[in-house]
């Protein structure tokens, strides 16, 4: 029996999981990147924006099963990278639809966010598109590049201050491992003075596991990246924290992905020392030389 909103979907759809209990109402199919190398969500999928009247109707219909959506997210991969009237109809629709909705959440890239003027960026949050969630994966350029992330760290950061001073909450994700074994030491340095630069309102951190079908797979197994055991993953995620300064604004930090081994949160600067002290704990308990096992979901 389907629960759900009255729509059919396009799959896969993949949401943040803070977003679990948000309406999902997809604005684009896919993802007009579509080529870090680590990422297979959507490579069935050509990417392209759903013609307005085919969101529209979606938004009429869960309004007419009575839904009364607290939060929206909007889908699929890069959602802001669509046109900006596209985004603003749909807005005006759901405002319209739903005046007591809460807030509707998107996922940005920082190329994104970069092609969009300020004062476009500020409509949007005036009409309650106020967070964003940039998957940042590193603060290094090198680990960028060869990921093929289509950003530089310098473009990650006046992204996302960009985006944070046009009234969004910024949800910052980064990804433990990426690197491989060479580029950790910088990945952890670099992704810590990221944070520490751009202050996201939320931070969070997925581990990288290699998937089968990807470019990041076949790197893997050609030794082209020696992956991080498990206990390396924690050493990463434990230095990044441990690195990063929290001056500007309260964080609210979460690793409770799938993907994580185990699930980590807190406020920072507030919890930091209880999370290292945590994390320390972890490191010497877990063996060397075991690697975690993926999740079924990935
Ligand atoms: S931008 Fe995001 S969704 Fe698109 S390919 Fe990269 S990781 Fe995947």
Request: proline share 7%.
């Amino acid at each position: 029996m389907y629960y759900g909103p009255p729509i059919e979907y396009d799959p896969p759809v993949f949401r943040p999981p803070s977003e679990g209990l948000s309406l999902l109402i997809q604005v684009t199919i896919g993802c007009s990147n579509n080529k870090c190398t680590y990422c297979d969500m959507y490579r069935s999928k050509t990417y392209r924006v759903r013609p307005q009247l085919d969101i529209n109707k979606d938004l009429e219909a869960c309004f007419k099963s009575g839904m009364k959506p607290d939060k929206i997210f909007l889908c699929d991969g890069d959602a802001l990278g669509a046109p900006q009237e596209v985004l603003i109809n749909t807005l005006d629709k759901i405002n319209q639809l739903w005046p007591d909705t809460r807030r509707v959440g998107i996922y940005a890239t920082a190329e994104n966010i970069l092609e969009k003027t300020e004062t476009e960026l500020k409509l949007l949050a005036s009409k309650k598109l106020n967070i964003a969630y940039l998957g940042l994966e590193s603060g290094d350029d090198k680990v960028l590049h060869m990921i093929v992330k289509g950003n530089t760290a310098s473009e990650m950061k006046e992204a996302s201050l960009k985006i944070k001073s046009c009234g969004f909450k910024l949800s910052t994700i980064a990804m433990l491992g990426v690197g491989g074994k060479k580029y950790s030491r910088q990945h952890v340095e670099n992704t810590a003075k990221m944070l520490s630069a751009t202050a996201p309102e939320f931070f969070s951190f997925l581990t990288t596991f290699s998937v089968p079908g990807t470019p990041y797979h076949k790197m893997v197994e050609r030794g082209n990246i020696e992956p991080l055991t498990s206990k390396e993953l924690l050493i990463e995620m434990h230095d990044i924290l441990e690195l990063a300064s929290f001056d500007l604004n309260p964080i609210i930090f979460r690793a409770n992905h799938v993907s994580n081994m185990h699930p980590l949160g807190g406020n920072l600067p507030r919890d930091k020392d209880v999370i290292l002290k945590t994390l320390k704990d972890w490191i010497s308990k877990t063996p060397e030389g075991v690697y975690p096992e993926a999740p079924p979901q990935m």
